[in-house]
């Protein structure tokens, strides 16, 4: 996407009226909610994040936890 795209949304964003920027962002808040959980499992399936998890086992095993 381009800059004179990006523009364009913003132009279009900020003529909405209050009711359809509600709308917007609660669309937007899911849209990109969705967006997130997509790119984080992919980083599970692809162990991006498994150094994490096992730092986080460790401190767990060590006692370096507070429970909540």
């Known amino acids: 996407m381009d800059r ?6 913003e132009r279009a964003v900020s003529q909405l009226s209050d ?3 509600v709308q917007f962002r609660t669309w937007f808040a899911e849209f ?8 984080f499992e ?8 498994d150094a994490l998890a ?6 767990l095993r ?3 936890c507070t429970n909540l």
């Open 54 to 59: 096992d730092k986080a086992l460790k401190d």
């Open 62 to 64: 060590q006692g370096n």
């Open 4 to 9: 004179t795209n990006v523009e364009e949304i």
């Open 32 to 39: 990109d909610a969705a967006n997130w959980d997509r790119q």
């Open 19 to 21: 009711e359809e920027l």
């Open 42 to 49: 992919k980083d599970v399936a692809s162990g991006k994040l």
